[in-house]
């Protein structure tokens, strides 16, 4: 398994499992400073089919569990008894909760981001189109072509990766880009790969909430045109100790919101909670 860790305090509860959604792997960061600036620190494992964590044959939700053991495993061999919270971006979310559910003794909290739930996901549309621009042959030259029009046209770029993130208007959606956020998100896009990985996200999983006991926080935006709000609602409803908080973000990426600010503030207290004193 592929895994990168930082900052923080290196033993007890002080870490925080990230497992980061489609296109993504352990060298890529973000949203991973809320975590840090707190003391935590983060330990980001690839996801199967991402970076360099094989994806071992089989179906979607042995796959996912036995990655999660292995990850119990792996935050048992640095010392860990307990993390403080594993956290799921996007597709990374159903990971996040699956680790939950398999080891409570070992995760104490879980933070779902823009997360992918239990129910069918994507569309028909988009789960076609990425089985064949982001097919693990063809994924390194779609990437490939992605980086360059960056390089050579950012601003179109940036339009047409945007449009399947937000419901609203890509151009009112730039427009509210700061040129740090366009910098980060260029260079991020420019990063990506899907690998084998994005086709295994394609795959359904079973749905595992029932058996998550952790106190759950689950932020999203309405305007998500990749993963639909619903996704966060059906996991409010499902999980007992959850509380949902609504993003006014533009798009599936929260942390370009402008009350993101708002949102750190209440990952960082929900962190600082005692689990305990969280279900009274």
Known sequence: MEYRMRGG?????GTVVVFHGGHMRAQLALGEDVFTEAGFRVLVPSRPGYGRTPLVPGSADVTVADFTDAVARLCRDCGLDQVAAVVGISAGARTALTMAARHPGLVRRVILLSPVGFLPWPDRRTRLGGRIVFHPGIEALTWALVRTTIHFAPGSALRLLTRDLSLLPVGQVLARLTPADR?????LY?????????????????????RVVQPTLIVATRNDRAVPFAHARSLAAAITRSELVESRADS????????????????????LTDPQRASE
């Open 9 to 13: 305090r290196p033993h007890g509860s």
């Open 190 to 210: 420019a990063s990506m790969r899907s690998g084998r990985g994005f086709a295994a996200d394609l795959l359904p999983l079973a749905d595992c909430t029932a």
């Open 183 to 187: 910098t980060t998100l260029t260079g």
């Open 252 to 271: 599936h990426l929260i942390w370009f919101g402008s009350d993101y600010p708002a949102i750190a503030a209440k990952i960082r207290a929900v962190l």
